[in-house]
């Protein structure tokens, strides 16, 4: 089972930016599809952003033009820059790798962003 470190969270005023990392304890090129998550207080869990198999990405509506994914496949990392960050942001953000092989999906712990008015 891969482990999944998220860093990168904290507070931001609306308007600003944050940039999360994710870094993974083994490879990830070739292996898993990486891509994030959030969760809000009181919602479900959505998908934010993700490569896909065929190494394209998706974008959730909400932040399709604001937010990009990227990822180093020599460092075993993927990155989320987030600009123009806006309150409805705010939520737990998590990292996801998911098994080629398998299709199992792995979690990170998960990292705070908060965007003040």
């Known amino acids: 089972q891969v482990q999944l470190v998220e860093s990168g969270g904290g507070l931001a005023q609306a308007g600003g930016s944050l940039r999360l990392a994710c870094t993974a304890s083994r490879s990830i090129f070739g292996v898993y599809i990486m891509g994030w998550y959030r969760q809000a207080l009181g919602k479900e869990r959505d998908l934010v952003a993700s490569?896909?198999?065929?190494?394209?990405?998706n974008y959730a509506e909400p932040v399709k033009g604001r937010f990009t994914i990227s990822k180093d496949n020599a460092k075993n990392s993927v990155y989320l820059e987030m600009n123009n960050l806006k309150p409805e942001d705010t939520a737990v953000y998590y990292c996801?790798?998911?098994?080629?092989?398998?299709?199992?999906?792995?979690w990170g712990q998960g990292t705070q962003v908060t965007v003040s008015s």
């Open positions: 996801t790798a998911q098994s080629r092989a398998t299709m199992k999906l792995a």
């Open positions: 490569f896909t198999s065929g190494s394209s990405i």
